[in-house]
């Protein structure tokens, strides 16, 4: 397995741009996480799926960030404007789905490192 | 805010083993000890999981004390390629759903 891939790795546009990040979770894990970490505030989490379906945005900085997930095998989280503010890395991650006494194991992908100019 | 309390930074020789402490002492009854840790650069990447029994796996061990108020990561033979920042992580609340959330961790330093 590929793992959990991210698109673009490195991203840097100006402010007021749009940016879309993407992620393809491991198949067959039905939770889908997005992260945000920057050195002052560590790793926050935005906002994470379940089967597809939103469960809790309440990570989410403000109505300039967007996420979806169409479909079990791709998500976007998108920033409309962006802002120097912005800048960091954003991770995505995946996990299976819960059984029994349930986990929470996530395998997290490489991370794209959005610089907002 | 993070449920457990770790120290800011520890070293330890190569060779010799990383034993990584977390406290959790509001820890509820069915509340799971998780262990990531995040190389440079990298993503976190997961080590193990506890409930209350210790645990063992080809990366490390998990030693959970009996009232589960703390526990005890172990790398029983640390390399440089354990340098890192170790999150312990407990899950919050008793909701299924409820959220992981990383607390600042412990830098690991793997001395030469």
């Known amino acids: ?117 | 805010d993070a449920k457990t309390t770790q120290p800011p930074s520890m070293d330890c020789a190569e060779g010799r083993a990383a034993n990584l402490p977390c406290n959790h002492s509001t820890i509820s009854g069915n509340e799971y000890v998780y262990w990531y840790r995040q190389i440079h650069s990298q993503g976190p990447q997961y080590i193990i999981h506890g409930l209350k029994n210790n645990e063992t796996n080809e990366m490390a061990s998990l030693i959970i004390t009996e009232d589960r108020k703390s526990s005890t990561l172990i790398l029983p033979h640390a390399t440089l390629r354990d340098t890192a920042v170790y999150y312990c992580i407990v899950r919050v609340g008793e909701n299924r759903d409820d959220k992981i959330i990383f607390g600042k961790g412990t830098r690991l330093h793997i001395l030469p």
């Open chain 1, 1 to 117: 397995d590929a793992g959990v891939i991210q698109s673009p790795r490195h991203e840097v546009t100006e402010m007021g741009q749009e940016v879309t990040l993407r992620c393809k979770p491991i198949s067959g894990h039905n939770s889908l996480f997005w992260y945000r970490q920057t050195m002052m505030r560590g790793l926050e989490l935005l906002i994470y799926f379940n089967n597809n379906v939103p469960i809790d945005d309440s990570g989410m900085p403000e109505d300039r960030f967007s996420a979806k997930m169409p479909n079990a095998s791709f998500s976007t989280l998108k920033i409309q404007p962006s802002e120097p503010r912005d800048s960091a890395v954003y991770f995505c991650a995946s996990g299976p789905d819960r059984q029994g006494e349930s986990t929470d194991t996530q395998y997290f992908g490489p991370g794209t490192r959005l610089t907002v100019l």
